[in-house]
């Protein structure tokens, strides 16, 4: 499959690489009121305080339990090695850091495709839900060189 290199859905720039380092955050879909989404999508650089939003606790918080949070970690990792190499990765209550480099074939978009619907799939089965429960989009950020990794990973490993 070939890559797609910097390309937009019509809302958020992607990158997509083979063998590209990348750090990508995937979120409830009830994790950001649209209002306060709005906000953040007119920032400059928005992704610390995104990144606080989140970490605020909004939303149902549904990888906060266990059993969603073991589900998810399980999508994570089933495919590493084979398609991926997952680097480093933090559940949090509402949302998911990973830090993953793709193996050649194998594209971020259809990565986070199977991630989400599987354990999309598990969790609204455990919960007894119906209705989306990932929110559609994601937002990756390439690793520029060793050091940018090196705080990257540091991040993921020790987000509260």
């Known amino acids: 499959m070939a890559h797609k290199g910097w390309h937009s859905r019509g809302y958020l720039p992607q990158f997509d690489s083979a063998e590209t380092i990348q750090f990508v955050t995937f979120r409830l879909a009830d994790s950001l009121?649209?209002?306060?989404?709005?906000?953040?999508?007119?920032?400059q650089d928005n992704l610390a305080e995104t990144d606080r939003k989140l970490d605020s606790g909004l939303g149902a918080c549904w990888l906060g339990e266990p059993a969603i949070a073991q589900l998810t970690e399980e999508?994570?990792?089933?495919?590493?090695?084979?398609?991926?190499?997952?680097?480093?990765w933090c559940i949090m209550p509402n949302h998911?850091?990973?830090?993953?480099?793709?193996?050649?074939?194998?594209?971020?978009?259809a990565i986070l495709h199977t991630w989400k619907s599987f354990s999309a799939k598990q969790a609204n089965q455990k919960l007894g839900r119906v209705g989306p429960f990932w929110h559609k989009d994601y937002f990756d950020r390439f690793i520029r060189d060793e050091g940018h990794l090196v705080r990257t990973i540091e991040y993921s490993r020790t987000t509260p």
């Open 33 to 43: 009121p649209r209002a306060v989404a709005q906000v953040l999508a007119e920032l």
């Open 96 to 109: 998911v850091h990973t830090v993953v480099n793709p193996i050649e074939g194998n594209r971020i978009g």
């Open 75 to 88: 999508a994570l990792l089933h495919f590493d090695s084979q398609r991926y190499r997952l680097l480093a």
